[in-house]
Nanobody, 125 residues
Framework: QVQLVESGGGLVQAGGSLRLSCAAS????????MGWFRQAPGKEREFVAT????????YLARSVKGRFTIFRDKAENTGYLQMTNLKPEDTAVYYC??????????????????WGQGTQVTVSS
């Protein structure tokens, strides 16, 4: 099983930017997809973005499209979530996750087998 460690969270003002990282270890990350999800207090975990590790195809939630970018560095076994024009409603714990496949259902959290511990993102107004 692959281990995932997120980093890069923090406190930022509305309109600011952050880049989250997700480092995969334990074995070479040959998983088919890496996804990002978030969970705000009192709310269910929601999909943010996913990327096909091999081909680089991406899919982003409508709420972040145009503001967030997902990409990966295969040589470094690391995935990234670049967040710009952040809004207070983006405040949440962000989790990265790994899946053995990239499909039309890769927005579902039950498609992912491995999860990181999460990193807090707080956007002040």
């Amino acid at each position: 099983q692959v281990q995932l460690v997120e980093s890069g969270g923090g406190l930022v003002q509305a309109g600011g930017s952050l880049r989250l990282s997700c480092a995969a270890s334990g074995r070479t990350f040959s998983g088919a997809a890496m996804g990002w999800f978030r969970q705000a207090p009192g709310k269910e975990r929601e999909f943010v973005a996913t990327i096909a590790w091999g081909g680089g195809s991406t899919y982003l939630a409508r709420s972040v499209k145009g503001r967030f970018t997902i990409f990966r560095d295969k040589a470094e076994n690391t995935g990234y979530l670049q967040m710009t024009n952040l809004k207070p409603e983006d405040t949440a714990v962000y989790y990265c996750a790994a899946s053995r496949r990239f499909t039309d259902s890769s927005w579902r959290d039950d498609e992912y087998e491995s999860w990181g511990q999460g990193t807090q993102v707080t956007v002040s107004s």
